[in-house]
Structure formats: C-alpha cells, structure tokens
C-alpha cells in the first residue's frame, strides 16, 4: 500500500505538529545534515554532505513507490521553529514498520523527540501492529527516548554508519500496539 502525499495525515503532539515533508524544506534538512554531530548518530547521513544527497533524499521520500513515510518537526504552530528534525516509518512485512528519528541539536535534551516518538505511535498513522527501531550504542539518549515511549528492549547488532565509515555496535527495540 502506498500513501500519497495528500492522504499522509498532519500529526499533533503537545508543543509541534508533525507534517508531512515537503520540497521547501531542503534548505533546512541541508543545514542540520551537514552538522558533523548529528550525521554520526545516524546511519545514512554523511559526512560531510555531498552535494545534491538532500534534494535525492526528498525525491524518494515523495515517490509514489516509496517504502518510507518522512514526517517534519514543525513548531510553526506554537511560533516555533519550522524544522527541529524529521521522524519515520519504514514500512517492513507483516504490518510492521521501523521508525527512525533525527533531532536538530539545537533541540538536543528538550523532550522533542520522545514527543514525536510518542505522537507517532500513538497516531499508528499505517495501523502497523509492531514498530521496531535500533539505536547507537553511544546514544543513550535515544536510548532513553525508546525505552520512555515503551519500547521495549531485543538485543544487540550492528549496523553501518555512512558518516562513520564504519559498522557501530546497534541497540534494537520492538514496541507492540494494540
């Protein structure tokens, strides 16, 4: 099943709304992604950001084929910034999807994205019945945003890091709706 753009609901939580990305919002996924602090704690952004990965980035994410639901950070509604990060869900078999999360550093430590984690799932904007994420070992704040939002820990991987160059020990957790 795809979504199209349209159809992909705005999400409210407590200080911000989640939306649906847009083509407007590359000058700000350009500026967050090329902080160096940020690429390293995710596994596809590199560092330092080549030239045209963002604007390939958001033509995937507004594909009719995409696999990847993208939804901003959008705290215009509270006079907020327009972008503090982005969150997604990564469709996977059997009605389950992986969510994934980034937060600008400005915003690093204020609760956002346990809010937009919390936001999300309670939405279950897919009617997924099982949502899976994995973390860096060295973030334990996303760690914590995880475990807070009632994930629930599974074990240990690892995965590869594109900023990194490397494959970084993973945390994974699974939380299961309904």
């Not at 940020?38 to 995409?66: K, Q, W, Y």
């Not at 996977?92 to 999807?97: A, C, P, R």
């Not at 400005?106 to 099982?130: D, F, I, K, M």
Request: proline share 6%; charged share 25%; with cysteine.
């Amino acid at each position: 099943m795809t979504l199209e753009m349209t159809s992909l609901p705005t999400i409210a939580a407590d200080r911000f709304d989640l939306r649906p990305l847009r083509r407007s919002d590359l000058g700000m996924i350009e500026f967050y992604g090329a902080d160096e602090r940020l690429a390293r704690m995710t596994r596809s952004i590199p560092h330092p950001l080549p030239p045209g990965s963002v604007e390939a980035f958001i033509t995937r994410c507004l594909s009719p084929d995409r696999e990847e639901e993208v939804w901003v950070m959008d705290g215009t509604r509270d006079s907020g910034t327009e972008l503090m990060g982005l969150i997604s869900l990564e469709r996977m078999e059997g009605n389950q999807s992986e969510i994934g999360y980034w937060v600008a550093p400005a915003y690093w430590n204020t609760g956002v994205a346990s809010e937009a984690v919390r936001a999300l799932v309670e939405a279950n904007p897919l009617g997924n019945r099982t949502y899976f994420a994995s973390v860096f070992q060295d973030n334990l704040a996303s760690a914590k945003v995880l475990t807070n939002c009632g994930f629930e820990y599974l074990g240990d991987a690892e995965t590869f890091s594109v900023a990194r160059n490397a494959n970084v020990p993973t945390w994974t957790y699974l939380r299961k709706l309904g």
